[in-house]
């Protein structure tokens, strides 16, 4: 079964400071794993997408990496700000165009 | 700004009423989705649309009828809805599954702001 598993579930962070979510999966055949910014309320905006051969991805503050081989990726949020504060969801897709979903870290950035 | 456009932004309807969610996209998507969120949940598809043909149905009850009525519409009619459907509805585009211009297409999903529904 093709799974996503993110963590962690929620974190606090002090505004300035970095920090890093994780996102392991089982899926498979893999075609590219997006994480994906979702402030309360809206729809989620993508923030990288990263395919097989590409092993990290930046996004002005954020930088993604993958590792294929162990099936990981992480997403690094450097120099947090306010505007951080969100759902952060990582979608795995297959060469058949089917979308896994984690369940998504939640991201609170405080002054 | 997302350039998929949802509306309305809210609605509250009572378990009687029938209502309608509208979805518009502008980037010239051939699939169109609909997805349900709940609170602190990742998102769950709905129906898929492809070509303006419905091609992905998610075991969705009969009370959500979705409708697409060109490449650019997306609708979604509701009837006799529970409490248990309030949630999130997102609307969302893409390029349809396969080779698109010569490009693969990367399962991009170009999400709207979401409907907000609640059924007292």
Redesign the interface.
Known sequence: KNQVEQSPQSLIILEGKNCTLQCNYTVSPF??L?WYKQDT??????LT?M?FSENTKSNGRYTATLDADTKQSSLHITASQLSDSA?Y?CVV?TN??K?S????T?VTVRA | D?E?T?TPKHLVMGMTNKKSLKCEQHMGHRAMYWYKQKA????E?MFVYSYEKLSINESVPSRFSPECPNSSLLNLHLHALQPEDSA?Y?C?SSQP??RTSGRA??????????S?LTVL
């Open positions: 075609s590219n997006r309320g809206r729809g989620p905006v993508s997408i395919t759902s969801i897709t058949d165009y979308l979903f984690g369940a998504g939640t | 997302t998929v949802q602190k949940k990742p998102p598809l999130l997102l969302a599954y396969g297409n990367t399962g991009e999903l170009f999400f709207g702001e979401g907000r």
